[in-house]
């Protein structure tokens, strides 16, 4: 019995569109960076120097497909009665599923791409591959399925930033991204999470209920209500600056060539105030790295 499937990506992600070696198909492989408070540090700060707040990833899935006694959500859209988190620290999230025949379609994946930002940028090594270094907290390969991005509707610019053209880099820039890939012809789902450090595993398996898909959420967000729990402040950007951007240039190996003098901050999105729809309603945004570009 097949199965369809939905993933919801919100927050720090960063989506690395690649040709795979193999297949020679498009996937897309999202990335976290680690923006994590250790317990012996008092204040973090970006490698610009500048005040960083601390993030937590994690995944979320529906307890009724592990447990199929327990009540699942009523519609689309709605948070379960009962789910099951899993906090990334250090590690691969597999999806146990098997490579996709076709391209992943990633013409609505609207976020910031670095490759537009400076095409000199380049990814820290391993970190599609292999042991990768400390900055990753998790890593996800997909094929196949297609992208479908939402925005708040605010155009936010790179003052800092030209493009070829001439012109000042720009977008209407999503506040998340939902992967669907339909009709998977397996059993199910079986999330496995593989440590960088020891490579021990551990699996969930998910079992689509009355065939509802599977639906996930993947986020990587401020620290003080990273679930999104209604009854708590939902952290949104209070400037007209997404600052918690800067933490995506850690997963680059030579970020500070974007930084045009000494002292200047990391370039970051900036609410264009001209635009007739600014807006402060999205959390931080994610980024993209199209190396086709």
Known sequence: MSFDLRIEFSGLCLFVVRKDDRTKHRVVHVLMPDARKPLSIDALTHDDGTPAVPHA?????????????LPAAEEEGVSPPYEGVHRFSGESADLGLHDASSDTDVDELMFPNF???????ELLP??????????????????????????GGSNWTFPSITTEAGHVYQGQFANFAVWRREKIDQAGLDLTFTSFADGKAYKIPLRSRSGRPIRLKVA???????????????????TEEDLDFKWL?????????????????????????????????QDCTGGLDDGSI
């Not at 094929?143 to 925005?151: D, L």
């Not at 990587?220 to 209070?238: D, Q, T």
């Not at 060539?257 to 200047?264: A, F, K």
């Open 249 to 281: 240039y850690s997963l680059y190996d030579n970020h500070k060539t974007v930084i045009p003098n000494p002292g200047d901050a990391l370039p970051v999105p900036v609410l264009d105030r001209t635009s007739g729809a600014a807006t402060r309603d």
């Open 115 to 121: 490759k537009s930002i400076d095409r000199r940028l």
């Open 220 to 238: 990587n967000l401020c620290a003080e209500n990273p679930l999104e729990w209604p009854e708590l402040k939902i952290r949104v950007i209070e």
């Open 57 to 69: 990833g994690y995944l979320r899935f529906d307890l009724a497909d592990l447990h199929h006694d």
């Open 126 to 151: 391993r970190l599609l591959n292999g042991k990768p270094p400390n900055r990753l907290l998790m890593r996800m390969r997909l094929t196949g399925g297609r992208f479908m991005s939402h925005s």
